[in-house]
Structures are given as structure tokens and as C-alpha cells.
């Protein structure tokens, strides 16, 4: 950051008096600019013994398969937002929605939630985000062309639930050990 966004004046990066962390703070007006992480929310859309797909018509990982997700936005709840993205992505609307699973991912600043939850009469298309959707059972996952690590561990935390007969809620951490090694804690 260079400039305050509320009169423009250059920033400097300082630990303001009676914080503990550096923050862009405007020379000019004294605004501190707080930077917090972003939240991205999304769902396993279940039909049957399937679960719904989406094949990314967007970057990062253009063509690669997701869960329907995406940034949550101001004033709405992260389930709503869940279902919205749902919609955007798949044309899919989402019923009996309960939460799943939560990630922090501190090395990028984002934190995910996800739900599981019933796919309104296993009818879905893609949006404008998706080149493709399709309903899969846990064989037909295309594992090693997923987008992101966060869909793959939610998918194999989805599918060992589902095979004990019980749907917990997950928390964990994907933590960036060096520039191709990703870990994955879970508490």
C-alpha cells in the first residue's frame, strides 16, 4: 500500500501507538489501514452419492476442478454465501446446508468454509465461472486435476465421513513449509 484511501496522502508502515503489529498508517490524516484475511466460502453439493464439480473457467488454475467457491461477500453470512456462490458457479440451489469444514491458510491470508449440503433436484449447468459441472461419486474425482490443496483435503475429510457413517466438523491449518511443500495440520 502507498496512499491512504481516505485522503491520499502517502503511508508508512509503522506499529501505531497501543498496537502490537505494523500497519499502513497516513502520514497526513492518521488513518490506519488494517489489512485482515479474506474469506472464501463454498459447498460439497451432495445428490445421492454424488457430489457436484465445477471445472474453472476462470483464474487461477483455469480448467482445473473445484468445489463451488468463491470470495464471501460484505454483509452476508458465510452459508448464504455458500449457496450463492452455488448458484454463480453451477446454477445449483442449495437445501439443508450445516458447516463442514473450516481452513486458516495464513501464507496466502485467506480462511475457508465450506458446507455440505443437498443440491436442489440434482439439476445443475455451468455459470460463467465454469466450463463444465458435473455430478461425481468418489471414484470418479479427478483427483490429481483439482485447483486448490484446500478442495482436495475437504474432499478426503467429505468422503472418510461419509464412509464412517457420520459427518464431523473439520478444523485445520495448510501451512506453506517452503515454495512447493504445502502441510496440512489438523486440531
Given amino acids: 500500500m502507498n496512499f491512504c484511501s481516505s485522503c491520499g496522502a502517502q503511508v508508512t508502515l509503522l506499529i501505531p501507538e497501543g498496537d502490537n503489529r505494523f500497519r499502513f498508517v497516513c502520514v497526513d490524516c492518521g488513518t490506519v489501514h488494517y489489512q485482515n484475511p479474506n474469506i472464501v466460502t463454498g459447498c460439497i453439493p451432495e445428490w445421492d452419492d454424488r457430489i457436484l464439480l465445477c471445472k474453472r473457467a476462470i483464474e487461477p488454475r483455469y480448467g482445473t476442478w473445484t468445489l ?9 453470512s458465510s452459508m448464504f454465501g455458500a449457496a ?22 495464513p501464507h496466502i491470508n485467506q480462511m475457508y468454509t465450506f458446507f455440505r ?10 455459470g460463467e465461472e465454469s466450463l463444465e459441472v458435473k455430478l461425481v461419486s468418489e471414484d470418479q474425482v479427478p483427483w490429481g486435476e483439482l485447483s486448490f490443496p484446500v478442495v482436495m483435503e475437504t474432499l478426503k475429510l467429505y468422503f472418510q465421513d461419509r464412509k464412517a457413517g457420520h459427518y464431523d466438523t473439520h478444523y485445520g491449518e495448510i501451512i506453506r513449509e517452503d515454495p512447493k511443500t504445502i502441510r496440512i495440520e489438523h486440531y
Fill in 117 to 126: 449440503g443437498t443440491l436442489r433436484n440434482g439439476i445443475a449447468s455451468p
Fill in 84 to 105: 450463492r456462490e452455488a448458484k454463480e458457479e453451477a446454477n445449483a440451489e442449495m437445501r439443508d446446508m450445516k458447516l463442514f469444514s473450516i481452513f486458516s491458510i
Fill in 68 to 76: 463451488p467457491a468463491g470470495f464471501l461477500e460484505n454483509g452476508e
